[in-house]
């Protein structure tokens, strides 16, 4: 399967430096849970975000996915894309290195 590289940021950058509105919250939650979702199911590689709340802050998600159609839909579908809380791009991407194993949880 092809693989994607998922760039979010979100529209309203004073969301990360300010604070989230209650809907931003409740949106947001239903993003994380779209992304577990996505992992569950096998499609859902990683994710995260950038730990500064500027307005360069983003998250990324690396997808395997069937084709740029099958990709157009999960970003269709990410409730907080759909709610426009956050602005997605995605690219075709290769993987090059990778070692699992080398990843620290906190």
Do not use: C
């Amino acid at each position: 399967m092809p693989t994607y590289m998922y760039k979010i940021q979100p529209v309203r950058p004073e969301m990360l430096s300010g604070g989230h509105t209650d809907e931003e919250m409740q949106i947001s939650g239903q993003h994380f849970e779209y992304l577990k979702q996505l992992m569950d199911e096998g499609i859902l590689v990683l994710a995260g975000r950038t730990l500064n709340t500027d307005y360069s802050s983003f998250g990324i998600a690396i997808f395997e996915a069937r084709d740029d159609d099958h990709m157009r839909e999960i970003t269709a579908n990410d409730p907080a894309v759909k709610q426009k809380v956050f602005r997605a791009e995605w690219y075709p991407y290769r993987i090059a290195l990778h070692a699992p194993d080398n990843v620290k949880g906190d």
